[in-house]
Nanobody, 124 residues
Framework: QVQLVESGGGLVQAGGSLRLSCVVS????????TGWFRQAPGKEREFVAT????????DYGDSVKGRFTISRDIVKNAVYLQMNSLKPEDTAVYYC?????????????????WGQGTQVTVSS
């Protein structure tokens, strides 16, 4: 079993920055792909970013490219999402997810393990 715990959400003004963290535990991580998704009220869950745990390959959703950066720390078993130039439309619950898919995945159904989510609110 894999457990994921997110932290780092909060309230920030438009143009500001936040850094989300996700600690992964329970099993070895070397084969896991991890990703970030978000869900705003009344909207479907949206792909944000994903990273290959060992290789550092990444992919991003179009709405966050150039503003968000995903990274990982193998020693700490953690994945991070650095969010810059935040906009009110970035307001959502952000979820960390993991999969043994073997390739970068951009669809939520490709991920079998999820954290509880952390709220990010961007005020205008």
């Amino acid at each position: 079993q894999v457990q994921l715990v997110e932290s780092g959400g909060g309230l920030v003004q438009a143009g500001g920055s936040l850094r989300l963290s996700c600690v992964v535990s329970g099993r070895t991580f070397s084969t896991y792909i991890t990703g970030w998704f978000r869900q705003a009220p009344g909207k479907e869950r949206e792909f944000v970013a994903t990273i290959n745990w060992s290789g550092g390959n990444t992919d991003y959703g179009d709405s966050v490219k150039g503003r968000f950066t995903i990274s990982r720390d193998i020693v700490k078993n953690a994945v991070y999402l650095q969010m810059n130039s935040l906009k009110p439309e970035d307001t959502a619950v952000y979820y960390c997810a993991a999969t043994t898919l073997g390739r970068l995945g951009v669809r939520s159904e490709e991920y079998g393990f999820w954290g509880q989510g952390t709220q990010v609110t961007v005020s205008s």
